[in-house]
């Protein structure tokens, strides 16, 4: 039996909740990197830096069920994405905001030192802000990197679409915060192989039939993933739970050596995140 593993999905109790990953493990997969909702997904409005505890200990909770339910294995990843910084900046000035992100980032690094999540995410916006917010997003991307490198453990990251000059950005700032940059993982990656490998970061495919197709004419030094979202109002959104699974299949099927699939979905995982992906 092969590993097969989804790189980053969401799921949510007030969604498809355990039967998303049931989908997932019918359809052959194996495991999960569960991503941290954000605070609005979970009906909380942040106030203060234990607002983020309380999101963080509910995908703790889900990966539990997950784990005791089924036969997928769940590991959490937690994490703040960039557009919580918008919105608090409706409540409270932008470097309080940013205060408050960071102590943020600091719980989620707590539950990974005590070992109840494997990695945490943090980023910067994928669309338009002011100059001021992107300076801000920057610094809190950096901190978490700080975090990661202190506690030996990887970073998800959320960014707009990178080209060479922003990846070769993002190292240096991995650099200056002494994280290595094959513990950075570039979540919603496009299909760029040569350069993600060319400054050491690793990208997270989503597991459309093209994305797939031009990354694995490239090479395999990179992970899947869905983003699946698991809003009951937008059913299947990024994609369905049963994507990567079905998708290896597929370019198994096309003839894909099957040793191509066993590096994405396990030797890059294990050593990306210092875990074992055991079947």
Not at 39 to 61: L, M, N, R, W
Not at 126 to 137: G, K, L, R
């Amino acid at each position: 039996m092969m590993p097969i593993t989804d790189n980053h999905m969401h799921i949510d109790l007030k969604g498809l909740g355990i039967m998303a990953a049931e989908q997932f493990q019918r359809a052959g997969g194996t495991h999960i990197f569960l991503v941290s909702k954000t605070t609005q997904s979970f009906g909380i409005e942040v106030a203060s830096p234990d607002d983020f505890k309380s999101a963080f200990e509910h995908t703790i909770k889900i990966a539990d069920m997950i784990n005791e339910q089924t036969e997928v294995t769940a590991f959490p990843v937690l994490g703040i994405h960039p557009a919580e910084l918008t919105r608090l900046t409706k409540r409270f000035d932008l470097n309080r905001a940013k205060k408050l992100i960071c102590r943020g980032l600091d719980i989620a690094i707590d539950f990974v030192k005590e070992g109840h999540a494997i990695a945490i995410k943090t980023g910067r916006p994928h669309y338009e802000v002011s100059d001021a917010e992107w300076c801000a997003s920057n610094e809190i991307m950096f901190y978490g990197m700080k975090l990661a490198s202190e506690a030996g453990c990887a970073v998800q990251l959320h960014t707009e679409n990178v080209t060479p000059e922003s990846l070769a950005e993002i190292s240096k700032m991995a650099s200056r915060a002494g994280l290595a940059q094959d513990k950075i993982v570039k979540h919603y990656s496009s299909p760029m192989i040569p350069e993600y490998q060319s400054v050491g970061i690793f990208p997270s495919i989503l597991a459309s039939e093209d994305a797939l197709d031009v990354a694995l004419s490239q090479g395999d030094r990179f992970m899947m993933e869905t983003d699946y979202i698991d809003d009951p109002d937008r059913p299947g959104v990024v994609l369905g739970p049963k994507t990567v699974p079905r998708r290896t299949k597929q370019f198994i099927k096309k003839g894909i050596d099957e040793d191509v699939f066993w590096a994405i979905h396990k030797d890059h995982p294990e050593k990306v995140y210092g875990v074992k992906i055991d079947i």
